[in-house]
């Protein structure tokens, strides 16, 4: 068997308190790499220290922003691997606040590249990347070359910063692709609101005992649990094919929200929703119906979800059943 290609090498990664960057991390030790973790801690970010709960003493912790140029060239010297994750997910706040959302989303992946190219031209970089891109579908599944028309500010500077990824890649041989994700969820995520995601909301509630809204109820969604999202970041960082490219994530199954509602009940062997009109604010950007063609993800490096829906709510939810106050 060959060796892992991450074994004792130097890994990066942006956002690495948050959601996807502390379950990547946590893979990452397991396969003995040397693990660094850049994260702001804003509030309305994802990073929490208690997602490093368990591997805290195997990572080094940075505690700055990317923007932190004399920060992120130090911190960016002899990496093997770029995970770019840092960034606000928010679709609402991004349209209240559009020019914090450009400096997060657009500038700070400039940034990030900008010292790429001045101090470690040779690294790896993936790129957290987003669905939203696409705005509302002309045709389902929509795969990567369907017309990129974002419905927020968040899509707009999401797009440009994949963008600069992908000409980093193409000018200057900086080794790039980016992952466009679909409804993460799982383990680790922020349940306090929906900056990342309804779901976890949703699963809060649940775990309190309490109702929750389903907005609309027909809109047909795919989600891939973060173990799935994770495989496909270490395989797209280890791929000679993936540089320059862009690939859509998916989900084992599509379901309308109500559907997953009705899932999200049974798993938890109880529990009511209600159906309610779409909020006028949040209509306006919404993309009604999406899934995903990944194909070209499966054809191109081999990755395809494996964590079905159900088993990736149960084990969601017996997530927050041990571990909601450190969440909320």
């Given at each position: ?31 003995g790499a040397r693990v660094t973790l850049i994260d702001t801690f804003f509030p309305d970010c994802g990073g929490n220290l208690f997602n490093l709960e368990g591997i805290v003493d195997h990572v080094r912790l940075n ?41 997060n989303n657009c500038l700070a992946s400039l940034s990030v590249l900008e010292a790429c190219r001045k101090v470690n031209p040779d690294i790896r970089v993936v790129f957290a990347s987003t669905r939203q891109l696409y ?194």
């Amino acid at each position: 068997m060959s060796e892992c290609p991450f074994s004792n090498r130097r890994v990066l990664i942006t956002g690495g308190a948050g959601f996807i960057g502390s379950n990547l991390a946590a893979k990452l030790v397991s396969l003995g790499a040397r693990v660094t973790l850049i994260d702001t801690f804003f509030p309305d970010c994802g990073g929490n220290l208690f997602n490093l709960e368990g591997i805290v003493d195997h990572v080094r912790l940075n505690i700055s922003s990317v923007g932190n140029e004399a920060s992120l060239h130090y911190l960016l010297k002899g990496q093997d691997y770029l995970f770019n994750l840092a960034g606000l997910t928010s679709h609402m706040d991004s349209m209240e606040f559009p020019y914090k959302d450009l400096e997060n989303n657009c500038l700070a992946s400039l940034s990030v590249l900008e010292a790429c190219r001045k101090v470690n031209p040779d690294i790896r970089v993936v790129f957290a990347s987003t669905r939203q891109l696409y705005g509302k579908p002309d045709q389902l599944p929509v795969d990567e070359n369907h017309l990129l028309r974002p419905t927020d500010v968040n899509g707009i500077n999401k797009m440009a910063g994949e963008w600069y990824h992908i000409l980093y890649n193409n000018v200057y041989g900086i080794r790039a692709c980016s992952l466009r994700l679909t409804n993460t969820y799982g383990p680790r995520m922020r349940v306090m609101d929906a900056r990342q995601t309804f779901l976890g909301v949703w699963l809060r509630l649940l775990v309190e005992n309490k109702p929750f809204e389903v907005w609309g109820g027909e809109q047909l969604r795919d989600f891939t649990y973060v173990d799935d999202a994770v495989d496909a970041f270490l395989m797209a960082a280890a791929s000679d094919a993936a540089h320059g490219r862009i690939y859509n994530l998916g989900g084992c199954s599509v379901v309308t929200l109500k559907r997953l509602a009705e899932i999200l009940i049974e798993v938890n062997g109880g529990g009511e929703y209600a159906v309610r009109e779409f909020p006028k604010d949040r209509k306006t950007i919404d993309i009604g119906d999406y899934y995903a063609d990944f194909t070209a993800i499966r054809n191109e490096i081999g990755w395809q979800p494996r964590i079905d829906l159900h088993d990736g709510l149960a084990r969601s939810l017996e997530y927050y059943r041990l571990h909601l106050r450190d969440y909320v």
